[in-house]
C-alpha cells in the first residue's frame, strides 16, 4: 500500500513558511535597527549579505548531509538552527555589541534556512505525479505566504504595541519551526536516506553549457525576488516618506500577495502554459516593475511597481529550478543543492549591491545636484539609485532563458 504523502506535503509547506519568517522578519526591522543602533545602509545590507553567504555554504554541504544522514533529520534540524536563530535576534544584540549579536542571530538562522531550501524541492519532486513543474510552483507558493503572514501580522503588533516592543515578534515567531518540527518528524518520505537515490555527479553536471546558462538564470532569479523584497520596507518609510504601517502593507505584504497568487495560479494552470514563455513574460514585467518603483515620481504609482514586482518574480525561483530538473532529470540532489547555491548568490549580492549603492550615490556631487533640482533628499536619491540596480537582473535572466529549449516530454516517476 503506498503511503499517503499529503504530511509530507503539509510538512515540506511548514518548512517553506519557516524560511520566509527567517528571511522576511529581519528586513521589517531595519529601520528600527538604524534608528537604535545606529546601523548604516551598508551594515543593513551586509546583514543580508551574511543571511544569504551562509545559505550558500550550508546549500554546499547540504549535497552530500542529506544522502548521508536522512532528509528527515536534516529538515528537522535546519528547523532547530532558525528557532535558535530567532530567539538570538531578541537577546544577544543586548548580551554582544549590537551588530555582532544580530550577524550572529542571523547566521543561526540562516543555517536552518539553508538546509530547508535544499531539501524541500527535492521532497516534493521526488513524490509520485507527473506535473512537476505545477507542484514545485504550489510548494513555492507556501513561502509567499509565510512571507505575507510575517509582514502582516509583524507590522500589526509593532503598530498596536509599538515599536519598543519588537523583540517580542521574533520569540512569538519561534512556533512556527517548533510545529514543523512536529510535522517532519510523522511525515512519510519517498525514502528515508534521500528523496532521490543517485543521480548526476557534480562535476558531471558543471560540464554541461546549458547547466552552466541554468545557474545564471538561478542566480538573477534570487537577486530579481530578493533585492526588491528585502529593501520595500525601508524604501516605502524612507524613500517614499509613508508611515510604517501603510509601507509594508502596500510594499513588502502587497509584493508577497502577489508572488503567492502568481505562483498558485502557475500551480493551477501548469500544465497549460508554456514554462519558458511564462518566465521570459515573468522578466518583461519585472523589469517594467523596477523602473517604475525607482523613477515614478508619485509614491503610490512606486508602491505599485514594488508589490506587483511581487507577481513578475513569482514564477521564477520554482519555474527555474523545474525547467533545468525538466533537462536534466537526473541530476538528484546535486542539481537541486547547486541551484539553491546559486539562487542564493543571487539572494545576496542583489540587496547588497543595492545598499551599497544607496551609500554611495548619496556621495555623488552629478547625482547630488541632481537630487537638489528634482526635490529629493539625499536619501531618496540613494535608495532610488539602490532599486534602480536591480533591473539589470531581469534582463540577464531574460536573455538566459531565451538561450534554453524546453524539452519534447514531460518528466515523469
Request: proline share 5%; aromatic share 8%; charged share 10%.
Amino acid at each position: 500500500m503506498q503511503p499517503n504523502y499529503k504530511r509530507t506535503k503539509l510538512a515540506c509547506y511548514a518548512a517553506i513558511i519557516t524560511q520566509a519568517v527567517q528571511n522576511n522578519l529581519p528586513p521589517l526591522l531595519f529601520v528600527l535597527f538604524q534608528e537604535q543602533f545606529g546601523i548604516s545602509y551598508e551594515m543593513l545590507g551586509r546583514l543580508i549579505l551574511a543571511n544569504f553567504v551562509t545559505q550558500i555554504c550550508v546549500d554546499l554541504v547540504s549535497i552530500k548531509l542529506a544522502d548521508r544522514i536522512g532528509y528527515r533529520a536534516c529538515m528537522i534540524a535546519g528547523q532547530l538552527c532558525t528557532a535558535v536563530g530567532l530567539l538570538g535576534l531578541t537577546t544577544l544584540p543586548f548580551l554582544l555589541p549590537p551588530y555582532v549579536g544580530l550577524t550572529i542571530s542571523i547566521i543561526l538562522a540562516a543555517i536552518g534556512g539553508g538546509m530547508t531550501e535544499v531539501l524541500v524541492s527535492p521532497v516534493v519532486d521526488a513524490l509520485p505525479g507527473d506535473e512537476k513543474a505545477a507542484a514545485m510552483s504550489m510548494l513555492h507558493s507556501f513561502y509567499c505566504w509565510g512571507q505575507v503572514a510575517t509582514v502582516l501580522i509583524s507590522t500589526l503588533l509593532l503598530f498596536a504595541l509599538g515599536d519598543a516592543a519588537w523583540r517580542v515578534l521574533p520569540l512569538l515567531w519561534m512556533a512556527m519551526p517548533i510545529a514543523s518540527v512536529v510535522l517532519i518528524s510523522t511525515a512519510p518520505f519517498a525514502a528515508e536516506s534521500g528523496a532521490e537515490s543517485g543521480g548526476m555527479r557534480v562535476r558531471d553536471l558543471l560540464r554541461q553549457p546549458l547547466f552552466l546558462v541554468a545557474m545564471v538564470i538561478m542566480t538573477c532569479a534570487g537577486a530579481s525576488e530578493l533585492t526588491m523584497s528585502q529593501w520595500a520596507s525601508t524604501f516605502a518609510e524612507r524613500g517614499l516618506h509613508v508611515t510604517k504601517v501603510l509601507g509594508d502593507l502596500l510594499g513588502p505584504c502587497l509584493f508577497a500577495v502577489f508572488m503567492g497568487l502568481g505562483r498558485m495560479l502557475y500551480g493551477k494552470l501548469g500544465s497549460r502554459l508554456p514554462l519558458k514563455k511564462s518566465l521570459m513574460g515573468c522578466a518583461i514585467l519585472c523589469i517594467v516593475c523596477y523602473l517604475t518603483a525607482a523613477l515614478s515620481p508619485a509614491p503610490f504609482l512606486a508602491l505599485m511597481g514594488c508589490a506587483v514586482c511581487g507577481f513578475s518574480v513569482s514564477l521564477m525561483w520554482p519555474g527555474s529550478l523545474s525547467m533545468a530538473a525538466a533537462r536534466f532529470p537526473f541530476g538528484g540532489t546535486a542539481l537541486f543543492a547547486i541551484l539553491a547555491v546559486m539562487g542564493d548568490l543571487g539572494c545576496s549580492i542583489g540587496p547588497w549591491l543595492a545598499g551599497a549603492v544607496s551609500d554611495a550615490a548619496q556621495g555623488v556631487p552629478a547625482l547630488t545636484e541632481f537630487a537638489a533640482q528634482s526635490g529629493l533628499t539625499l536619501e531618496q536619491l540613494g535608495l532610488k539609485s539602490g532599486l534602480l540596480l536591480g533591473v539589470i537582473f531581469p534582463v540577464i535572466l531574460l536573455i538566459g532563458t531565451a538561450f534554453v529549449q524546453e524539452p519534447r516530454y514531460a518528466r515523469k516517476d
